[in-house]
């Protein structure tokens, strides 16, 4: 999970903060910052880097949580949403028609899961669903390169 957090971190300082939104789930969904939210990231990153896990990984009302926030206050052409998760999700079945969703209002979806342990079926499952990509990392120092690529070839 720390990993995970400094990942976002390093996400919220190669994007535009003004056009992100950041979400935290496990049992619980945790909005961190609004799509249309305007906020200091400096504080941003300490709240990131202070996130404990408390529960179960439950995604299905984080993803409709995203889904709106794509629809109600994104303005851009390209979007983008990128997951961690180790793909352990307990209520995928809930979710798979927001990845639908996602998928329809032509969302890039980056699924992001540590290669030492996680559900690489459930993970490709919802990669399919939502049309989007799986990406593996070894470990976690290659994703300041991963992330900068991707930024790079989408913006």
């Not at 903060?17 to 945790?30: M, V």
């Not at 404990?52 to 409709?64: C, H, N, V, Y």
């Not at 926030?69 to 079945?93: G, M, P």
Request: proline letters at 1%.
């Amino acid at each position: 999970l720390a990993y995970m957090a400094i990942c976002v971190t390093m996400l919220c300082y190669g994007l535009r903060k003004d056009e992100l939104g950041i979400t935290f789930f496990e049992s619980n969904t945790h909005v961190l910052k609004e799509l249309n939210q305007k906020i200091d990231l400096e504080k941003l990153a300490d709240e990131l880097l202070s996130v404990s896990a408390r529960g179960g990984t439950k995604i299905q009302s984080a993803l409709e949580w995203a889904n709106k926030q794509f629809k109600e206050h994104s303005y851009s052409r390209e979007k983008l949403n990128v997951l961690f998760t180790d793909a352990e999700i307990f209520d995928l079945q809930d979710a798979i028609q927001e990845f639908r969703i996602m998928r329809s209002l032509g969302v890039d979806f980056i699924l992001v899961c540590p290669e030492t342990s996680y559900n690489l079926k459930e993970a490709n499952k919802m990669v399919k669903i939502v049309g989007g990509q799986l990406l593996t990392l070894k470990d976690w120092n290659e994703f300041p390169k991963l992330i900068s690529e991707i930024i790079k070839s989408r913006f």
